[in-house]
């Protein structure tokens, strides 16, 4: 946990702990998480984007260098456009405003150490977007030759690629998390793919994140 406000960053940790989470280090400084992250070795850095000594931009490109697969889950006072699209390019796995309640934010930690990427209602879109603007310049021709999904798989897709939970899109779609799941796995099947990240970046690269 990395919070340069004292009573944030133990109130945090307290509700980690209380949830059952190990919570292996906090500290104030970016530069010290960087520090003693390869000790600590976490699996989720809950991280401040603004810090006193340097930005959390940079503490996230010193913890992705020191420890390669650690998820960073960023909680932040800004929802700026600039600010989000910065944090998710230097490599934050997901991006939650601290506005967020305490179930909302627990619901984050455990979804981003699960490798999906969680981010603030709203954000979603924003960065979904970025990526596909990103993603743009693949060859045409390979859409012609891609397996055909029903309107409700391409409905569970979009949504995945919004970064909504299983539960989430069940409730929005008034279906069963059963139902769900089987259209999920209806899907990797027919496009050959392996999981949810996968999954999520082939619905960004073919815009299918667009607003409903």
């Known amino acids: 946990m990395v919070d340069d406000h004292p009573m944030w960053r133990q109130g945090v940790a307290r509700d980690l702990a209380e949830a059952g989470y190990d919570v292996v280090a906090t500290t104030g400084e970016g530069a010290q998480a960087v520090r003693i992250a390869p000790a600590a070795s976490p699996d989720v850095v809950v991280l401040d984007l603004q810090l006193p000594d340097i930005s959390g931009v940079e ?6 260098a020191a420890l390669p697969g650690v998820r960073v889950l960023m909680l932040s006072a800004s929802g700026e456009e600039q600010s989000v699209l910065d944090a998710v390019k230097a490599g934050a796995t997901g991006y939650l405003v601290k506005s967020a309640g305490p179930e909302e934010f ?7 150490a699960a490798g999906d990427a969680v981010f603030t209602p709203g954000l979603a879109g924003l ?8 993603a743009k310049g693949g060859d045409p021709a390979e859409d012609d030759a891609t397996p055909q999904l029903t309107d409700r798989e391409t409905e569970v897709l979009r949504l995945v690629a919004k970064g909504l939970s299983y539960k989430q899109i069940a409730a929005r779609l008034t279906l069963s998390h059963r139902t769900v799941q ?3 796995q209806n899907t990797l ?13 082939y619905a960004i690269e073919r815009g299918l994140d667009s607003p409903d």
């Open 59 to 64: 503490v996230i490109r010193g913890l992705l």
């Open 106 to 112: 627990l619901e984050a930690v455990r979804r981003t």
């Open 127 to 134: 960065v979904l977007g970025e990526y596909r603007r990103l």
């Open 182 to 184: 089987n259209h999920v």
């Open 189 to 201: 099947g027919k496009l050959q793919l392996h999981n949810r990240v996968e999954l999520t970046r």
